[in-house]
Nanobody
């Protein structure tokens, strides 16, 4: 199972970025998908999640600024980030809880991470 992220970069405070993550491999289905982030010297934290039915959950720090969405036909999840702040600077990781096609086992997959840097 592979998760490939894209869309990170350097942006000024107040700007916007859109992260994308595509899931591929021997998967039967994808359940919840999400985005997490890890800033230097801090533990990884939840940013937003979305279920297969489209229910969403956000960290309080990003509510009203970030929007998570998914395209089930493309096995992809997105994170639209608006009104970015310097404290949003972190490595952002894509997460997908998948069911493997051959064993039907649950598997928690992670992307390699993409850097988001917000300059003040």
């Amino acid at each position: 199972v592979q998760l490939v992220e894209s869309g990170g970069g350097l942006v000024q405070a107040g700007g916007s970025l859109r992260l994308s993550c595509a899931v591929s491999g021997s998967i039967f289905s994808i359940n919840a998908m999400g985005w997490y982030r890890q800033a230097p010297g801090k533990t990884r934290e939840l940013v937003a999640t979305i279920t297969g039915a489209g229910s969403t959950n956000y960290a309080d720090s990003v509510k009203g600024r970030f929007t998570i969405s998914r395209d089930n036909a493309k096995n992809s999840v997105y994170l639209q980030m608006n009104s970015l702040k310097s404290e949003d600077t972190a490595v952002y990781y894509c997460n997908a809880r998948v069911v493997l096609v051959h064993t039907r086992d649950d598997y928690n997959a992670w992307g390699q991470g993409t850097q988001v840097t917000v300059s003040s």
